[in-house]
Nanobody, 125 residues
Framework: QVQLVESGGGLVQAGGSLRLSCAAS????????MGWFRQVPGKEREPVAA????????YVADSAKGRFTISRDKARNTIYLQMNNLEPEDTAVYYC??????????????????WGQGTQVTVSS
């Protein structure tokens, strides 16, 4: 079983920065593909970024390229989402997820078995 705990969300003005953290615990959690997703009410959960087990392969959504960076610290079993130059459109609940069956990354939320509780990010204009 893997448990994921997100932190780092909050309220920030447009142009500001936040760093989200997702601490994972459980068997072999450091060897799993992981990702960040976000969701606003009434819309489907969308992928933001994803990272493979080693941290050497990553994905960032087009809407976040050049602004967001995903990374992981295997020693701490933690992944991060550094978000710079935030825009009001980035306002959402952000979730981290872990894929029990793969060391790679995926942008399909259905392949992820483990999810955190979510952290709210609000960007004011």
């Amino acid at each position: 079983q893997v448990q994921l705990v997100e932190s780092g969300g909050g309220l920030v003005q447009a142009g500001g920065s936040l760093r989200l953290s997702c601490a994972a615990s459980g068997l072999s959690s450091s060897d799993l593909g992981m990702g960040w997703f976000r969701q606003v009410p009434g819309k489907e959960r969308e992928p933001v970024a994803a990272i493979n087990w080693s941290g050497r392969s990553t994905y960032v959504a087009d809407s976040a390229k050049g602004r967001f960076t995903i990374s992981r610290d295997k020693a701490r079993n933690t992944i991060y989402l550094q978000m710079n130059n935030l825009e009001p459109e980035d306002t959402a609940v952000y979730y981290c997820a872990a894929d029990r069956d793969s060391t790679g990354w995926s942008i399909d939320p259905d392949v992820y078995e483990y999810w955190g509780q979510g952290t709210q990010v609000t960007v004011s204009s």
